[in-house]
């Protein structure tokens, strides 16, 4: 679900470790409500887990992703026999707005889940993709789509930033290398009205969420959640340093995100919306 070139995982330590992100979506495929004459595109797909379930609901769905890797592996579990409506496109979505065959104007809906915070990050292309979006739309057609808001995650990310300068890393570079956009309500629906937007519904919500079951090595939870998705901090270190530095993250966290029973929790706080292209 990433969209920055050098930030990758495998579909199976994607499931593993994050598995419950396709699961914890029932309010904004609500929104979405896809119905059978309409054509979708998901915008960060992934490995197709989500993307499969509205398949069968809708004529076309189109599912981009920059990552060869997740949509490959999608497209082995979800194959064109079985799903012929879904079509995939390995597509670095910051740049969707010069795709002039995908940004023609046809599309009823476009969907996004877990996948904005990645490809919104960086500041010279935010507003490149949301007019790609807006040009994809028919007039009345819909962006729905739920991202990490303000204050998401906020614990992993301050414990990261410590344990990388408890290791010589300037806080200044960690904030560089930071591959995450969180917004505020206020600043999303400014950002979607500017390039033309209406937007109906936007919301923000704190869901504290279950991370991944922790053995007894201390592998696993919080740990492989940093190492999974918190790659590009840890990237600031050589190979051999960078589980060091998310066991210190870890240990960081081990009095605020560990539950008396062994489950991490991480503070999510999920951002959704959908906004309407103007007839």
Known sequence: ??????????????????????????????????????????????????????????????????????LTSGRSLFPESKYPNLQTKILDCRYLLQEKEIVDGSWDKVFSNAALHWILRDPTTRLDVLRGVHGCLK?????????GGFGNIDEIHVAITAAL???????????????????????????????GFEVEVIEIEYRPTELSLEDEGGEGGVKAWIEMFGQRFLELMGEGERGKVAAVARGLLEGISRREDGRWIAGYVRLRWVAVKKA
Request: some cysteine.
């Open 139 to 147: 007039p009345g057609g819909k962006f729905v789509a739920e991202m």
């Open 165 to 195: 300068v408890m290791s010589g890393v300037s806080a200044e570079k960690v904030r560089e290398v930071n591959p995450w956009f969180y917004p505020s309500k206020e600043f999303m629906k400014k950002m979607l009205e500017e390039v």
């Open 1 to 70: 679900m990433s969209d920055l070139k050098n930030t990758s995982y495998s579909h199976e330590s994607y499931s593993t470790h994050a598995g419950f992100v396709p699961l914890l979506t029932s309010k904004i495929t609500t929104l979405l409500a896809p119905q059978p004459h309409e054509k979708i595109i998901d915008l960060g797909a992934g490995d197709l887990i989500l993307t499969s379930k509205l398949s069968p609901h809708c004529t076309q769905v189109l599912a981009l992703d920059a990552s060869t890797e997740l």
